[in-house]
């Protein structure tokens, strides 16, 4: 009798166990049930917003529900980027966005919204691009040393046009300014074309811009490019020297501009391991590869684990770069 009971007890138990573990596939199953949204915190129209938009119809078609782009713009991107921070983590909302969101924001806002450090969960990066320094055509210089020994000889005189206070360019002839000894002139702008306008205009010296943008305006004539951050060179300009093989080794010299994918804290891993995998299989495809190239950009397509370490690594790079730029958090 006892011997029975037990049997019984554990034919019921391995039932009631399946029965949950079919439950919850068939919930993970489920998934999507939904258009899925993706913020992108910049306008419509630029090159973040368009490799967003290629990728995330790609990402659609292959999941059968539609993954949509959402532009929420305003305060370094912090507007779109709280918006997930504050979503549910269900696997239908998500933040994809660069680097200046998930950190250069933490040290330019005096209250940010979120803790980019503890309020999401990071995904996958998607592409990657260097920004290239460019030089003014008319100028009589020709290589990134010509012009630091200009400038060094005429302090404040070279002007730049950065894509904002505190923004990755800014950092990046912050960190010049510092290996070289020569003084720079900062002109913040809002936004890269706005600086490369000026620069075409000759309102301003030295400027950057992607890869693909910088490389048409070579082939003009109407500017001299210089350098490349980065660790690698850039595919569209192979013949271009990084910062590095220039004789500058900064720590921020070896970053690059990135596209990543996050979504709030607490996703389930399940969830996030389902979206990677999209994203991934999207960013291999010969279509998809080819217009984030043309675009400038290299694709990536990292793991979560590989996504977290590249922002914890760079994370107090950036931080400590604007703050010994002596940027006032607004």
Same mark, same amino acid.
């Given at each position: ?26 919930? /993970? ?28 119809? +790609?990402?659609?078609? /292959? ?47 005096? &209250? ?26 008319? &100028? ?51 936004? &890269? ?22 490389? /048409? ?24 020297? +990084?910062? /590095? ?9 070896? +970053? ?72 006032? &958090?607004?």
């Amino acid at each position: 009798m006892h011997t029975n009971f037990l049997r019984r007890r554990l034919v019921a138990l391995c039932a009631g166990m399946s029965l949950l573990c079919t439950s919850a596939l068939q919930a /993970q199953g489920a998934w999507p049930a939904k258009p899925i949204r993706w913020i992108v915190p910049y306008p419509a129209g630029g090159p973040l917003d368009a490799i967003a938009r290629k990728v995330a119809d +790609t990402v659609g078609s /292959q999941i059968g529900q539609p993954v949509v782009i959402e532009n929420r713009t305003g305060a370094y991107g912090t507007l779109g980027a709280s918006e997930v921070a504050r979503s549910k983590a269900d696997g239908y909302t998500f933040l994809l966005s660069s680097t200046d969101t998930f950190i250069n924001a933490m040290a330019l806002l005096k &209250a940010p919204p979120y803790d980019a450090r503890k309020d999401f969960t990071y995904l996958t990066q998607i592409a990657e691009s260097g920004a290239v320094l460019m030089l003014r055509g008319d &100028a009589p210089e020709a290589t990134l040393s010509q012009v630091v020994v200009y400038a060094k000889a005429n302090p404040g005189k070279v002007s730049y046009g950065s894509w904002g206070t505190g923004s990755y360019t800014h950092l990046v002839m912050e960190g010049l300014t510092r290996q070289s000894g020569a003084e720079f002139l900062h002109v913040p702008y809002r936004g &890269a074309m706005s600086a490369i306008q000026d620069l075409v205009g000759k309102q301003v010296t030295l400027t950057f811009a992607p890869a693909n943008v910088a490389s /048409q305006f070579a082939q003009k004539g109407a500017v001299k490019l210089l350098a490349v951050s980065g660790e690698k060179r850039s595919p569209v300009l192979p013949t271009l020297p +990084t910062f /590095q093989e220039a004789g500058y080794d900064a720590p921020i010299f070896r +970053t690059r501009i990135w596209l990543g994918l996050a979504a709030p804290a607490g996703l389930p891993q399940a969830l996030g391991d389902s979206m990677v995998k999209e994203v991934q299989a999207a960013l291999v495809k010969p279509e998809v590869a080819k217009f984030i190239a043309d675009a400038g950009f290299s694709a990536i397509g990292n793991t979560s684990a590989e996504f977290r370490n590249s922002f914890d690594m760079e994370y107090p790079i950036v931080i400590k770069m604007i703050q010994d730029a002596g940027v006032i &958090a607004q």
